[in-house]
């Protein structure tokens, strides 16, 4: 009799460990069970049996090991989600007396997570175009890209790739993002790029370099030199403000970076709490004036993730601790934000000196009324394009939007178009 296997969904005549399982996945099993702990998803997202074939070792084994304990009798709940996955051909069906969930949970860590990675990924891949780098995946994924000191019109090109990317991550991360107001979405990005900007370094930082290195990001593949820092103005809009807006940015990276660094530092982030960070600088609307969705949302959100880190906490340090960490890590978001305020106010003088202008995007950003998004639905823009994952690999595209703001990563191909 033919059955179908419950780990990969393929049909099977001999079943293997006491259950319907065929004999490639039990031989995979006997392979790989002990080494569970040193595979990782390829896609971050635990979900790879999705894309219709097990390519990744870590959601194969994981699916083996929940079948089995569900025919031991240890857990039958969690069977239901997996099976729900399985592609089913026309001639096949899921065993009927397993009934799939509606909606498997979704933690929001692990969201944050995956596509964080597919956000710097697409950061990486327009910023290297830019720069006329082409690299391999596996360098790509290891980031073995030349680091090479930050200038003010790539920080401007930078800049460009990385908003229409948070609008996707937002979207992507937070779905109840989707059903703002584009004016709300703005808002919420505006005041989110450079705080995002400065999180995502750390977190950078700590996963390249180690947790006491003093590396300053500029862009997603260039660094802030204290010996370049006139290199960096080299290419800005008036020339005659270069020495002065130097020395701006020297006291800014010596005094006011090297404070942050510290309080990082002493808190001494894990990459889990830095990705919660992340998550929750997108909701920190204390000082803006928020419609009532805003607030909502932000309240909701800031809950949720406080308490995946709260549980987080009681795994790992206990629950005594855990609540002390968790005020510890609000200073730190504290920190960050106030370091971007101080930002900001020296992106003022930049301007005064000239070294800035009208049309600096990192300047004008913050300080518009109004920008509309250019993801919203009731206002398309003129091209909406993306880096994104092809057969190929990944295709940085651009991103055009109306209201005179050009936003792109790379000159796209033709049949990369998503609307035209």
Not at 155 to 169: D, N, R, V, Y
Not at 267 to 289: F, H
Request: aromatic share 10%.
């Amino acid at each position: 009799m033919t059955v179908e296997c419950l780990v990969c969904g393929k049909q099977t005549e001999v079943t293997h460990m006491g259950m319907n399982a065929c004999r490639a996945c039990t031989v995979f099993y006997k392979r790989n069970h002990k080494k569970s702990d040193k595979l990782v998803c390829v896609n971050g997202s635990y979900a790879c049996l999705d894309y219709g074939k097990f390519w990744c070792r870590k959601c194969r084994l994981e699916r083996f090991q929940t079948v089995l304990r569900t025919a031991w009798g240890e857990d039958t709940s969690k069977l239901a989600c997996h099976i729900s996955r399985i592609p089913v051909s026309p001639e096949r069906h899921v065993p009927s007396r397993v009934s799939p969930p509606r909606s498997p949970k979704v933690f929001i860590l692990d969201s944050i997570r995956a596509n964080h990675r597919t956000l710097s990924i697409s950061r990486c891949v327009a910023e290297l175009a830019l720069r006329g780098i082409d690299m391999n995946a596996q360098d790509m994924s290891e980031e073995n890209f030349p680091i090479v000191p930050c200038t003010y019109q790539f920080m401007e090109e930078a800049t460009k790739i990385l908003i229409p990317g948070l609008f996707h991550f937002s979207e992507d991360t937070f779905p109840d993002f989707q059903k703002l107001k584009p004016a709300d979405k703005w808002l919420l990005i505006r005041n989110y790029e450079k705080i995002f900007h400065c999180v995502d370094a750390e977190l950078r930082t700590l996963r390249k370099f180690g947790k006491r290195s003093a590396n300053i990001w500029g862009t997603y593949t260039t660094c802030m030199y204290l010996n370049y820092v006139e290199h960096y103005f080299s290419d800005c809009p008036n020339k005659r403000s270069i020495l002065p807006a130097s020395k701006t940015l020297h006291d800014f990276l010596t005094n006011n970076v090297s404070e942050l660094k510290k309080q990082i530092h002493l808190t001494d982030p894990s990459e889990e709490e830095l990705l919660a960070l992340i998550g929750l600088a997108l909701w920190s609307v204390e000082n803006m004036e928020s419609s009532d969705e805003i607030l909502e949302l932000s309240a909701r959100y800031r809950t949720e993730i406080m308490s995946e880190l709260c549980a987080h906490y009681r795994k790992t340090i206990g629950e005594v601790q855990g609540a002390s960490r968790i005020g510890t890590i609000l200073c730190l978001l504290q920190g960050f934000r106030s370091f971007v305020m101080t930002m900001r106010s020296d992106y003022d003088i930049y301007f005064m000196l000239g070294a800035y202008d009208d049309s600096t995007i990192m300047y004008k950003l913050p300080v518009l009324a109004l920008l509309r998004c250019p993801t919203a639905p009731d206002d398309p823009p003129d091209r909406l394009l993306y880096a994104r994952p092809t057969n190929t690999g990944l295709h940085a595209h651009a991103i055009e939007t109306h209201g005179g703001i050009v936003i792109y990563a790379a000159p796209p191909a033709e049949e990369d178009l998503l609307s035209n």
